[in-house]
């Protein structure tokens, strides 16, 4: 006996009473790399391509993209690695207990800032390593020279993304436009090297 199926609210003709994922996506024209996923009351469950599921009239499907989700194991694990690669060069260097934030206490800045030296704070996003850190904390009060002037750097908030303000920490805004950060190449090291060359450029 047929019956309809809808997929994203469109009515799909069925005849057999089940189906594998797989065969609803052609009958559907829905692209094989996409995910396969049968509408229940409380949740969204998984249809395989290879799993035959039984067919009821009217039953909801719907698909979307394919992601991962992050592996926090690993995001864990780079930290920890990265950050004691890092204390090396930065003796006193200290991680979070959750991996929320990477301290460096001392942090030589480049000779037109004034102070010399401050303290830096890093936070990986909860997609580390897929993703770069967005920007990062330097220590409040710093200033930089011009001649016999000085006066505030440029790219260094107080209020704007600054949930460290009390702790007398400044957001400094280092992004990555294009996307070229590669978790291959990059890391923790790599990016603290990116502060020592932009905080040593012009604002």
Known sequence: MGRTIRI??????????????????????????????????????????????????????????????????????????????????????????NESHVHIPTFRLPQHWSPRTTSVLITPPVNYPEAAPDGFYLGDHLFRRDGLRTRTPGHYFTNYKNPYAEAGYRWYYLEDPEGRWDSAQDSLVSFVEAIRTYLGTAD
């Open 8 to 97: 994203n609210g469109i009515d799909v003709p069925v005849i057999e009473d089940q189906l594998s994922g797989r065969e609803i996506k052609r009958r559907a024209g829905i692209s094989s790399d996409r995910v396969l996923v049968r509408q229940d009351t409380d949740a969204n469950t998984i249809v395989p391509d290879d799993q035959r599921i039984r067919v009821a009239n009217r039953q909801s499907f719907t698909h979307h993209a394919r992601h991962s989700k992050a592996s926090l194991p690993m995001r864990k694990w780079r930290i920890r690695q990265e950050a004691t690669q890092l204390a090396a060069a930065y003796p006193g260097l200290t991680v979070a207990e």
